[in-house]
């Protein structure tokens, strides 16, 4: 019923800008905090960045200054603006959304995952 698709990443040289963005889609009635999670190699999945419904952020102490969350709340998407990268921020990364939505007449909510897009960054 509801599904997540994240874009935008891709190869780049240690200090370059890469910008990623998730998009939900389907019956979605609201979208609560929307995060992005990342997966480096041979490590655990780790919260990179979140933003509330009201526009409230939080950030990782290793891309705080360097990282920008945003969320476009009528087009249902998040966007993650990465700049000055370096090496140890390659990995998969991973849109995160606690969305509730309709089935028929009922409402569900659940919190959804992208499928993950990879950010490599070579020094």
């Known amino acids: 019923q509801v599904q997540l698709v994240e874009s935008g990443g891709g190869l780049l040289q240690a200090g370059g800008s890469l910008r990623l963005s998730c998009a939900a889609s389907?019956?979605?009635?609201?979208?609560?905090?929307m995060r992005w999670y990342r997966q480096a190699p041979g490590k655990q999945r780790e919260l990179v960045a979140s933003i509330t419904s009201g526009g409230r952020t939080n950030y990782a102490d290793s891309v705080k200054g360097r990282f920008a969350i945003s969320r476009d709340n009528a087009k249902n998407m998040v966007n993650l603006q990465m700049n000055s990268l370096k090496p140890e921020d390659t990995g998969v990364y991973y849109c995160?959304?606690?969305?509730?939505?309709?089935?028929?007449?009922?409402?569900?909510?659940?919190?959804?995952w992208g499928q993950g897009t990879q950010v490599t960054v070579s020094s």
């Open positions: 995160n959304a606690d969305i509730t939505y309709y089935h028929g007449i009922y409402l569900h909510s659940v919190g959804s």
């Open positions: 389907g019956t979605i009635a609201s979208i609560n905090d």
